[in-house]
């Protein structure tokens, strides 16, 4: 499969990781709800703007370049910060941990993200 077969089947794919995304963090809405239903209706509303904003995302990129990753890569940190602090509320162990560094790694996502893209595109156009 030649490099442009890739990057089509690869943009064709890439909307439902963040799909799937979304639906896990309404899941996780409905567990957080059960012990706090303000941080569950919080993750549900951040959840259904998840998806929104990946279904969304290829006309989001071509009014406003590159916003819909890091809003999707914001809103992301945002859910996981939710779930650290349910995960300490509950006194469960070295868990949130995890997620802690996994909101921090989409927190820096989102800052570094056009810079990590321009990287990219400079190495690939240096590499024709």
Sequence with gaps: MDNNKRQVL????????HVLAGFLILLKSTVVG????????????????????????????????????RLLFLLESFALWIVVYELIAEH???????????ALMYLLLAILFPKLRVGKKVQTAQSH
């Design 34 to 69: 059960e012990h706090h239903p303000a941080l569950g209706v919080l993750l549900f509303v951040l959840g259904v703007l998840f998806l929104v904003i990946a279904i969304f995302h290829h006309q989001l990129n071509t009014k406003f370049s590159m916003v819909a990753h």
């Design 92 to 102: 469960k162990h070295y868990l949130q941990y995890a997620y802690s560094f996994a």
């Design 10 to 17: 690869r943009s064709r794919l890439e909307p439902f990781g």
